[in-house]
């Protein structure tokens, strides 16, 4: 018969061999020992069952203090020796952080077409709808309907690229405007009319530091019973200061543009400087953006507007200028240019 | 065009001369001004002198000592020019005076004479480039500042003026809005509109009224040609152009001055002294003062004699009529053209010249007699002579003045700030129209002013003048706005693209014919036969692009000549293929290619792309705008035969994804296998997303391999198990592809993991016995194809 003293001589022993370990292993195996079949601990909890009542209080109550001991004991030293094993194994695993990653590749919108989206989202958020229309164009949406008269120069084969299709050699171009596609719209649509016209353009000019025969252009148009010079300088006020950053001041200043009459450049202080002079406005404190005024009452009426009842206000604006203006590309032909090394500067 | 500001001071008594102020001013008028260049005088100390004697240098022979009255007394100076003798008035530095470039004058000794200052020539003063003797005066008075009579300092502004305002294309123009401003009163020109003596023989025949309304000459005899007097110089130089002779240099004068260009012609060298009119006939030629041949188009205005032609109507004399050192007689053209044939000549001779400038514009058709009176004056003046009997003036196309109406609140209406009608009665009134009536207002428009109509055109000019700062400033709260669809599907096409590592690029639409055919090389596809641009800049930007493919091709030879070997483009852009409607089709497409490895990190080795590549970029571009489609394996022009497929959505083709043919890749210079495809993108049509919700049951799940034939389509076999699988079924995913032993040549094995679940209970492997056997029969029925042992 097992005394409780064997007991706790064997807890000691146990204890004392529980030190030694070094690994949560080792712990299983004293473990499986200590607290095994055939351990002091089982053999005298198996023997209780033949013991007298005396006897069987007395060891019960050793055995169960001494397993109990010593499963405590077991997890304390598992939890001891386990954390140490993960401290180890994870500084087997560092990892030089400093590595490139493995990165999803990621491309990037080429810059016109950010500028693009950011300026079409400003209008819409006014309470504007963009539309869309075809870049070969006819001359009569091109031309006719925006009040071109048939002598115009812009109209010339030195300015205009004509393509063929149909009978007449001048009747179908690539558009020189987005504005054809104002008047599609307006013959479509009562007013009142607050579009939107975001489009590729073309132009007979050779490539250079500010031109290229491709560009793109953002026309804008509200016609409704109350609208006046006073909601144009309004509306290009608030588009200056959401593109280029609040605290723009804007001028207007009077020009001269066949659909619109009073007609206006609109120039913004410059916000590299603040208006006091650099290079990016070229001295000048405020950088030359758009062209804008009243739409002339000539387009209203061949829209089948009113003119003495309707009225209304329309800009034009380069989406190109408006990319090199801020970003300071120094010439537009980087925007036609597939060089990675560029478009990845567009990220 | 520049305007000096002292010319202008001969119209107008300006409250600022401010540089800035004026600049402020003139833009806020619409008259945009890109520069003011402030003229200082390059000299200091320099008077008008008098030459009263002049004896030899006692010990030198090229040299003379001048006695000359600088209005302080007389001093004699020593002078080593020869161009002038007693009585000429001249320049005189004084001691202590500085001339160009910095030199100070002293008293210098000169072989032994003191000689207090010096007599200087253009160069020394740094206002002209002639140093063969001392600057001749032809007016001043002794002791009067030089620098005045050389009309310095000056302030010039270059302007820059719109198409529609002829009118400030002068001086007197530019004038007359500062004044209208300021409320200050212009100055009009003065002329003498004097008769001559005797008769003019010059005839003037018009023979094209509408491009000529009005023809005015004037003769005047016994001129004498030579350079002009100083000031005349100065004035020209001052604005940019360059002196010639007093005669030309009147007329450029009077041109600046009144905006009305005008012509001298030698009237010894008029045949018949009769001026015609008319339009050139075909192949006529004329060789311009510029010294250039030109031959004529039929829609050329010209102004001819009886035997040919004398110049260019409105944009350049000829040759053979110019004045000349030799000139006595002068006949003076001031006429009026009709702006849009001299827009069109000028254009079509690529002639532009300032008569151009002003005519393109519609010159006022009341100025010729006013201009050629102040020429008139001018020449006798500057180069003697005698006006010969009268003016003689044509004028079929006379000037009807022009009324507006316009309603007061019209003003309001437009500009959005309410003006009283006394103010916009004034301000039309400073501006030269004569304002009648009450509401609507009766406005007269004044001759110089063709661009003014209609009661929108009077706004402009009230707005002008009331200031566009002092509109105030509205937003309007809009129509409510949205993004259509298609620009809906571009953008989340676009971010895909980012996503999945491609670069977007812009490139031009119309290229040359080879390029676009080498990659249609189908004789039969209608995109190799493009349609041309009538006028392109080049053969190389000829033809309007039928596929956006070509131009990333090009795109990626630029960056592999660059030494890039990865390489991933897309475009967004517009194609255009023939069409028998009123215009081409226009599909707005996608399209990207790809060469290289696939992204991963800079230090590990990725497998290089292939044709699996560009279908996971199909796959990704329909998941993410939620559309079903299918490939269809088939060739395709321009790509591998064996390497590419059509991308059908509701069975229709939408475009094509595959490996670019090699020989393609070949003809464009391009190394590696290149991945590409191209879409319209109006085939993107994004379904509404529905929900299910998942079960909560436990799936089974089991794998099935087949030995196929090597060329049956992969995408079958998946259509039969999915048919076969029943609502049950919720993902099939093809895990393994192989071929080689232990099958036989020409066979490969597909696997697929089949995962079923069902919604109310759980599954047993007993339930899908019958799913599994009918899937087993059908690709071995359909496709031939034997279940492996798993």
């Known amino acids: ?347 | 065009m520049k305007v000096s500001l002292r010319w202008l001071r001969e119209f107008v008594d300006l409250p600022t001369e401010d540089p800035r102020r004026l600049t402020e001013v003139l833009d806020g008028l619409g008259i945009e001004v890109e520069g003011a260049d402030e003229l200082a005088v390059p000299f200091s100390g320099v008077v008008v002198a008098k030459v009263e004697a002049i004896r030899p240098h006692p010990s030198a022979d090229r040299i003379r000592l001048v006695t000359i009255d600088d209005g302080s007394g007389g001093k004699e100076v020593v002078c080593g020019a020869w161009n002038f003798e007693e009585g000429a008035t001249v320049a005189y530095a004084t001691v202590g005076s500085v001339l160009a470039g910095g030199l100070a004058v002293g008293e210098r000794k000169i072989r032994g004479i003191l000689s207090p200052g010096m007599i200087a020539s253009e160069v020394e003063l740094g206002i002209g480039d002639e140093s063969g003797g001392i600057l001749l005066l032809d007016r001043g008075e002794p002791g009067e500042d030089f620098a005045e009579m050389v009309a310095l300092p000056d302030v010039v502004f270059e302007v820059s003026i719109t198409p529609n305002r002829p009118d400030a294309m002068s001086v007197h123009g530019i004038a007359r809005e500062l004044a209208a401003y300021f409320d200050v009163p212009v100055r009009p020109v003065t002329v003498d509109g004097s008769v001559g003596a005797g008769t003019s023989a010059v005839r003037v025949r018009i023979e094209d009224p509408a491009g000529c309304p009005r023809f005015t000459a004037r003769e005047i005899a016994g001129v004498s040609v030579r350079p002009s007097p100083l000031w005349m110089r100065q004035r020209l130089r001052a604005v940019g152009i360059r002196p010639i002779s007093n005669v030309v240099d009147v007329t450029n004068y009077v041109m600046v001055e009144l905006g009305q260009p005008l012509h001298a012609f030698d009237l010894d060298l008029v045949p018949d002294e009769t001026i015609v009119v008319r339009r050139a006939s075909a192949g006529e030629a004329l060789t311009t003062l510029d010294g250039v041949a030109r031959v004529l188009d039929p829609a050329d205005l010209v102004i001819a004699s009886p035997d040919g032609v004398l110049g260019l109507a409105g944009i350049m004399g000829g040759g053979s009529s110019e004045v000349s050192e030799t000139t006595t007689r002068v006949l003076v053209e001031v006429a009026n053209f009709e702006p849009t044939g001299v827009l069109l000549s000028g254009k079509r001779h690529a002639l532009r010249t300032e008569a151009v400038a002003r005519f393109e514009r519609g010159v006022d058709p009341e100025l010729p007699p006013i201009a050629s009176a102040r020429a008139t004056d001018l020449i006798t003046k500057l180069a003697g002579g005698t006006v010969v009997g009268s003016l003689v003036d044509e004028y079929p196309g006379l000037h009807v003045p022009v009324t507006v109406e316009l309603p007061e609140h019209e003003v309001e209406r437009l500009l959005g700030v309410a003006i009283a009608r006394e103010t916009i009665s004034g301000y039309l009134s400073r501006l030269g129209f004569v304002v009648a009536g009450a509401d609507p207002m009766l406005v007269t428009v004044p001759s110089f002013r063709p661009d003014v109509s209609r009661p929108a055109d009077l706004v402009e000019e009230v707005a002008r003048l009331h200031g566009f700062d002092s509109i105030p400033a509205r937003l309007p709260t809009g129509g409510g706005g949205r993004l259509p669809s298609e620009e809906v599907i571009r953008r989340s096409v676009r971010s895909t693209m980012i996503g999945a590592g491609y670069f977007e690029t812009f490139t031009f639409d119309f290229s040359d014919i080879d390029e676009i055919r080498a990659f249609i090389l189908d004789p039969e596809d209608p995109r190799g036969n493009a349609i041309r641009i009538r006028n392109p800049l080049s053969e190389e930007e000829a033809y309007l692009r039928t596929t956006l493919l070509p131009g990333l091709l090009a795109g990626i030879r630029t960056n592999q000549t660059r030494n890039r070997s990865e390489i991933a483009l897309f475009e967004l852009g517009t194609v255009f293929l023939r069409s028998a409607g009123e215009l081409p089709d226009q599909p707005r497409q996608l399209a990207f290619a790809s060469v290289g490895r696939v992204a991963g990190s800079s230090w590990e080795k990725t497998p290089n792309r292939d044709a699996s590549d560009a279908i996971g970029m199909i796959e990704t571009l329909f998941a993410s705008l939620r559309t079903t489609y299918e490939l269809e394996q088939r060739p395709c022009t321009g790509f591998h035969p064996g390497r590419a497929a059509a991308v059908m959505v509701g069975g229709r083709a939408v475009g094509v994804v595959g490996e670019v043919h090699p020989s393609v890749a070949e003809w464009f210079g391009l190394d590696g296998r290149v991945e590409a495809g191209e879409l319209d993108t109006a085939g993107f049509s994004p379904r509404r997303s529905e929900f299910v919700a998942p079960s909560g049951f436990p799936p089974v799940v089991f794998d099935l391999a087949f030995d196929m034939d090597a060329d049956a389509a992969a995408a079958s076999l998946l259509d039969v198990i999915r048919r076969g699988g029943g609502e049950r079924l919720e993902r099939a995913v093809l895990f393994d592809v192989f071929a080689g032993p232990p099958l036989d040549r020409g066979r490969r094995s597909i696997a697929v993991r089949l995962t079923f679940r069902d919604a109310e209970r759980t599954l047993t492997d007993e339930d899908l016995l019958p799913v599994r056997r009918e899937i087993t029969e059908t690709v071995e029925r359909e496709l031939g194809g034997r279940l492996r042992g798993v």
């Not at chain 1, 560009?215 to 909601?231: C, N, P, Y």
């Not at chain 1, 001269?256 to 208006?275: L, Y």
């Not at chain 1, 003495?308 to 925007?335: K, N, Q, W």
Request: aromatic fraction near 10%; charged fraction near 20%; glycine fraction near 8%.
């Open chain 1, 1 to 347: 018969m097992i005394r409780p003293d064997d007991l706790h001589a064997h807890e000691a022993a146990t204890l004392a061999s529980l030190e030694g370990a070094s690994s949560t292993a080792e712990v299983d195996a004293i473990e499986r020992v200590a607290l095994g079949p055939d351990s002091p601990v089982t053999i005298a909890r198996k023997s209780l069952r033949d013991a007298n009542p005396e006897d069987r209080r007395e060891v019960g109550m050793a055995v169960n203090a001494v397993a109990a001991a010593l499963q405590a004991a077991f997890v304390e030293s598992r939890h001891r020796l386990g954390m140490a094993e993960i401290d180890a194994r994870l500084a087997a695993e560092r990892f030089d952080m400093s590595l490139p990653g493995r990165a999803p590749a990621l491309g990037a919108a080429h810059l016109v077409a950010q500028v693009w989206d950011e300026i079409v989202d400003i209008f819409v958020g006014l309470g504007y709808t963009v539309a869309s229309g075809p870049e070969v164009e006819t001359a009569y949406y091109n031309f006719d309907a925006l009040n071109t008269p048939p002598t115009h120069p812009s109209r010339l084969e030195s300015d205009t690229f004509y393509v063929e299709h149909g009978d007449d050699p001048e009747g179908v171009l690539l558009r020189t405007q987005t504005s054809p596609v104002q008047a599609r719209w307006m013959e479509s649509h009562d007013p009142p009319v607050y579009i939107v016209v975001p489009g590729r353009c073309y132009r007979r000019d050779a490539v250079d530091a500010t031109h290229s025969p491709v560009f793109h252009q953002m026309e804008g148009l509200a016609v409704d019973t109350d609208i006046t010079f006073a909601d144009l300088k309004g509306t290009l006020e608030y588009f200056a200061n959401a593109f280029f950053g609040s605290g723009r001041r804007v001028r207007f200043l009077p020009h001269f543009f066949p659909f619109t009459e009073p007609s206006a450049e609109m120039h913004v202080s410059c916000f590299a400087c603040d208006g006091s002079g650099c290079r990016v406005c070229k001295g000048t404190g405020w950088i030359e953006l758009l062209g804008c005024g009243v739409v002339d009452p000539n387009v209203l009426v061949s829209a089948g507007y009113d003119p003495t009842i309707m009225s209304g206000f329309a800009f034009g604006v380069g989406i190109d200028r408006l990319a090199m203006v801020r970003h300071e590309i120094p010439e537009l032909r980087y925007f036609f240019d597939p060089d990675l090394r560029v478009l990845e500067q567009f990220q």
